[in-house]
Structure formats: structure tokens, C-alpha cells
């Protein structure tokens, strides 16, 4: 086998795997702080890519600068649907329960939506830069994938600097940790979820729109990136940021080797079979503590 | 009382078997088929994800190896109709039997890392199917048509599935009721007090998720020889898996008549949406109804009627 191919396969695997870890950062974060499982959250992270479609189709705008435009305008959305949709339900007795069914309504309604403006085609974002490329040696890698991947490794910086640095980021953490003690310290514990899951929902559009420049897209995408999210963040362990960006790293490796050595048919197989075997003897992720 | 709701029960179930001596359309005869399907899917999905909590998004998998060995089987030992729908029976233990070696160690897994451990598991098993030639790879198989009128072998395969979800039924009604039943919720409510309470937890749980394969697997049997033709992207969906969890929980988990009453109501309604409205707006409305009603039920229907009955 050539070992330049390996290496390319590899390295694309793992900008792949960040991409999924950016995708996959807040999913954790709403699942670990509020026990909420976030089925749409892949779909908030189309719609992320398909804003950016649309400012770039029609407006010219770069990803990148648009980035700037639909995150803050996902997270003042994502405040409005957790008022109305998700506060009511954490009262329920089973809050993952309740959360999975209702998020799953919504990712429908977010799904055919989107093919209601978009269609049903596959998309691809097309930057001015999208033909070039960056040829280093043997190597090449497209420019849509290296500012895909840059904008997670800055986005996942980001949260974690954002929970380690900030006062809000320790309150969220201390949320996670012990919900009423954090309340007897004056937190109010509705605000702290509001702004973890809105936060949650922005990352996930910048995952979508770094995802965009790596792949085509269409409505239903979004089911295929949960999966590889969740497999992300359970393999990293759920509420841990550092956990999943090295979750990213290990899932792309393994897709990325698979994908040199293996017919394509069979990529999937091997990567679901070991996350399964994975699994069974270490449920809890490879990275124990949370946030 | 209990005289009573048996003789309703008994007549409900004349009036169905009598259904097709009545000459409805076919259309009526597949739509009660796949009525009785997704109930016999939901209440034994709720063997495991309902009694014990242990929620498996992987249940398509079941279904999806009852009908490729049924398939299999039929095409290969070129079955008669006859022993084609009996075949479903052994392939329902195939299904079983992989839950068993599945289970094992799948089970002892808790919480939403159970639901992600069978999520991997459904793709695993479809991938397998896809990839390997023999077992029907990308192209899927072909089963014989009955040689007798559509309709005909429409009744047919309505009066069997219709036997099989009584039998699931039945099942889940003495469930309900045994001290395996009590030893499954015990588990829901909490595992180490009920181990201390010398409930063989690992067991119950394994035999629980051994008999939610079950008749999924000879539902999908019967599905294959109904649809004649089968691929694994069809029958091995994760859409599905995730129906049948929805269905269960929607209308109640850890119920007898809950995921009676979600797979109805859903079917029902996913059926009169795509009729009546074009598809795109059709899907909205449904995701709607999710989103309403675990707003105004977050513990499912069941949950919400007695409540309102008690007070």
C-alpha cells in the first residue's frame, strides 16, 4: 500500500473527525448539563449550512464572514425554543424521554422545512477559493477542507475556553456538577440552561457550516451527522469538551485508515463494529470526568 | 368487570378476523396489516425499552433478520406459501437467538449508552447484509408471488398477522401481570435495589430483550413474503427502530395498552396526513404532534388519562 495514500486518507479522516467534534461539543454539553438529548441538534447544524448556502448563492458572502451572521442568529432562535418547547418538558419524569420524542418532532419539522425552501437536492458550498488547493510535498489538501476544519478547531477552542475562563462557562460546569448547590449559590439554573443550549445550537451551525465545506449536504443529512455525533460524544464522553475533540481525532483516524485499506462498502461497517465493541467495555467514553 | 372487558376483547377480535369476508378494498387489508405490524412491534419493543428502561434503538435489526431469513430461506428451499409464512417462525427465533448473544453483553450497559450501543448494532447487522452477496447483499431478494388472487393473499397475510398480534398481545398481557413483569419494572425503578431484593436482574433482562426479538422477527418474516420483495434498506431503516420506540413511548412505556394505543393513533394519522396533505406539509404536521403532545403528556397518554381520572 502507498504510504502517501495512507497518510492523505488519514489526515482527512481527521479533519472529519474534528469537524464532528465541533458538530458534536454542544450535543454533549446540553446532554451532560441538562439531560436533555438533542435530536434536532444536527438539523439546527444544517440549517446553519444552508444560511450559509444561501448568503453565498445570493449575496456573495464567504462562509467564514456569514459564520459571524447565522451564529448569533441560531443562538437568539435557540433561546426562543427553549423557552417554548424545552423548559416545559424538564419537568417531566423522564427528561431524556420526553426530550428525545419532542426533539425528534423538531428535527422533523426543521427537516422538511428545509426542503420546503432548499429542495431536495444536494447542495455544496462553493467559495471563490473552492478549486485551489494547498500542496505541501505529496500531500494536497482542498482549501474548503482546511478552513472547514480550522473553523472547528477555533470553534471548539472557543467553548472551551468559554466554560474554563468565563464566569457564565463556570456556572454552566457547576450546573453540570451539582445542580442545587449551584442554585444555593445564587445561579439561576433556567438562565444557565437556556444559554448552554443555545450555545449548543450556535456551535452546532458552525459544525454545519464547517461540514458543508467538506461535503455535499441535502435535508436529510442531518440524520447520518447525528449518528456520527453521538458516536463522537460517547466515545469522548458526554459533558467533556477536550474529551470530544479527541474523540474527533480517534473516530477520524479510524475512518481515515479504513477508508485506505478497505473497499468503501465495508468503511462503515468496520467503524460502527468497533465503536460497538468499544462500547461494551468502556460505556463511559475513554475520558472519565465531565466539562 | 373483568367478565366484561373479556367479551369486548372477544368481539373486537371476531369483528377484525371477519374484516376481510367483507370485501374491503385492498387498500383497507394492507392498512390493518401494517396497523397490526407496528403493534406487534411496539408492545414488544416494550418488553424491554418499556418494562425495563433499557430503550434499544436497534429493534429494526430483529425485524430486518426475521425477513431476510424468511426471504432467504423461501427463495432458496423454494418454499409454498404455506410453509413460507411458517417459516417466519424459525426466523423469529434467528432474531431471538441473535438478541440472546447481543444481549449479553450489550446489556449490561446503562442509560442512553445501551440506546448507542444498539443504534451500532442495527447498522452493524444491516451493513453485514448489504455487503455479504449470499445473505442478499445491495441488491436484496425476490420472493414468489402467491399464485392465487392479490386479494386473496392480501386476507391471508392479514388473518396471520392479525394471529400474531394476539399472540404478542397475550403475551404481553401475562407479562403485565407475572412477577417477571413486577422484576422488569423493579429494574426501571432502580437496578441495585432490585438486585439487593435478589431480582436475577441480569437474567430477566436478557430473557425481557430475548422475547422483544421475537415476534419482531416473524412480523418481519410476514412483512418480506407481504411486500415480495425485499431490500436491506427497507426493512433494516433505522426510521423503524426509531418508530417503534416512539410509538411505545408515545402512547406509554411500561403499559399493556400504551403502546397499543401509540401505534395506532400514529399509524393512523401518519397514514391520514400523507393522504390528505402534500407530503413536505404532511411530515410537519406530524412532527408537530410530537412536540405537543409530550408538552401537554411529557410521561406518555396513558399516564396523562389516568392521572386526569384519579383526580
Redo the contacts between chains.
Keep these: 500500500m502507498d504510504s502517501v495514500l495512507i497518510i492523505q486518507s488519514l489526515i482527512s479522516g481527521i479533519m472529519m473527525g474534528m469537524v464532528y467534534a465541533l458538530l458534536g461539543v454542544g450535543f454533549s454539553l446540553t446532554?451532560g448539563v441538562m439531560h436533555v438529548?438533542h435530536i434536532s441538534h444536527a438539523a439546527f447544524g444544517l440549517l446553519g449550512a444552508y444560511l450559509a448556502y444561501s448568503l453565498l448563492q445570493y449575496f456573495g458572502v464567504d462562509p467564514v464572514v456569514s459564520a459571524a451572521v447565522s451564529v448569533p442568529l441560531l443562538f437568539l432562535v435557540a433561546c426562543g425554543v427553549y423557552q417554548l418547547?424545552i423548559r416545559?418538558?424538564t419537568?417531566?419524569?423522564?427528561v431524556?424521554?420526553?426530550s428525545m420524542?419532542?426533539t425528534?418532532?423538531?428535527?422533523?419539522?426543521l427537516?422538511?422545512?428545509m426542503?420546503?425552501i432548499w429542495k431536495a437536492d444536494p447542495r455544496v458550498l462553493t467559495p471563490t477559493y473552492a478549486s485551489g488547493a494547498l500542496i505541501v510535498g505529496p500531500f494536497y489538501f482542498q482549501y474548503p477542507h482546511l478552513v472547514g476544519f480550522s473553523l472547528s478547531i477555533v470553534g471548539i477552542t472557543a467553548i472551551y475556553l468559554f466554560l474554563k475562563k468565563t464566569y457564565t462557562g463556570m456556572a454552566v460546569r457547576a450546573a453540570w456538577q451539582q445542580p442545587e448547590a449551584t442554585q444555593l449559590y445564587g445561579v439561576n439554573l433556567y438562565r444557565i440552561s437556556m444559554i448552554t443550549f443555545a450555545l449548543a445550537v450556535s456551535t452546532a451551525g458552525a459544525g454545519g457550516i464547517s461540514l458543508a465545506l467538506l461535503n455535499s449536504f441535502e435535508p436529510h443529512s442531518h440524520?447520518l451527522w447525528l449518528?456520527y455525533l453521538?458516536?463522537v460524544v460517547?466515545v469522548g464522553g458526554?459533558g467533556n469538551v477536550i474529551g470530544t475533540a479527541m474523540a474527533g481525532l480517534i473516530i477520524g483516524v479510524i475512518t481515515g485508515l479504513s477508508m485506505a485499506f478497505l473497499p468503501y462498502?465495508?468503511v462503515?461497517?468496520v467503524t460502527?463494529?468497533l465503536?460497538?465493541i468499544f462500547?461494551?467495555f468502556r460505556?463511559?467514553g475513554l475520558f472519565k470526568q465531565g466539562v | 368487570m373483568q367478565k366484561y372487558r373479556l367479551v369486548a376483547i372477544a368481539i373486537l377480535i371476531v369483528m377484525l378476523a371477519a374484516f376481510p369476508f367483507l370485501e374491503p378494498e385492498v387498500y383497507y387489508l394492507s392498512f390493518m396489516f401494517s396497523l397490526f405490524m407496528y403493534v406487534v412491534l411496539a408492545s414488544s419493543w416494550n418488553f424491554i425499552g418499556g418494562y425495563t428502561g433499557y430503550l434499544s434503538f436497534g429493534h429494526a435489526a430483529f425485524f430486518g433478520i426475521g425477513a431476510f431469513a424468511t426471504a432467504k430461506a423461501a427463495s432458496m428451499l423454494e418454499l409454498t406459501p404455506f410453509l413460507t409464512i411458517l417459516a417466519s417462525i424459525p426466523a423469529g427465533a434467528l432474531a431471538a437467538l441473535v438478541a440472546l448473544i447481543v444481549g449479553y453483553p450489550c446489556l449490561k450497559i446503562r442509560g442512553p449508552y445501551f440506546s448507542v450501543v444498539t443504534i451500532c448494532f442495527a447498522f452493524v447487522v444491516e451493513l453485514t447484509v448489504k455487503n455479504i452477496e449470499f445473505l442478499g447483499g445491495a441488491e436484496g431478494i425476490w420472493l414468489k408471488f402467491m399464485d392465487i388472487p392479490e386479494k386473496l393473499s392480501r386476507s391471508i397475510l392479514y388473518e396471520v398477522m392479525l394471529l400474531l398480534m394476539i399472540v404478542t398481545l397475550s403475551v404481553a398481557w401475562w407479562l403485565d401481570r407475572s412477577r417477571f413483569g413486577a422484576g422488569l419494572r423493579a429494574i426501571r425503578s432502580d437496578e441495585e435495589v432490585a438486585e439487593t431484593m435478589a431480582i436475577p436482574t441480569a437474567k430477566i433482562k436478557i430473557q425481557a430483550f430475548v422475547l422483544s426479538a421475537f415476534f419482531p422477527g416473524i412480523a418481519g418474516g410476514l412483512f418480506a413474503y407481504y411486500l415480495t420483495y425485499i431490500h436491506a434498506d427497507v426493512v433494516f431503516n433505522i426510521n423503524i427502530s426509531i418508530l417503534i420506540v416512539l410509538m411505545a413511548m408515545f402512547g406509554g412505556g411500561g403499559t399493556w395498552l400504551g403502546p397499543i394505543i401509540g401505534a395506532v393513533i400514529l399509524t393512523v394519522v401518519n397514514e391520514g396526513l400523507s393522504t390528505f396533505a402534500q407530503a413536505e406539509i404532511a411530515r410537519i404536521i406530524y412532527g408537530a404532534l410530537f412536540i405537543v403532545v409530550t408538552i401537554f403528556m411529557p410521561n406518555g397518554i396513558i399516564d396523562f388519562f389516568r392521572k386526569k381520572g384519579s383526580s
Design positions: 446532554w438529548i418547547l416545559p418538558i419537568k417531566a419524569k423522564e431524556i424521554v420526553a420524542i419532542l425528534f418532532g423538531l428535527a422533523i419539522i427537516e422538511n422545512v426542503v420546503l440524520n449518528i453521538f458516536l460517547i458526554v462498502q465495508w462503515n461497517l460502527f463494529g465503536l460497538m462500547l461494551i460505556p463511559h
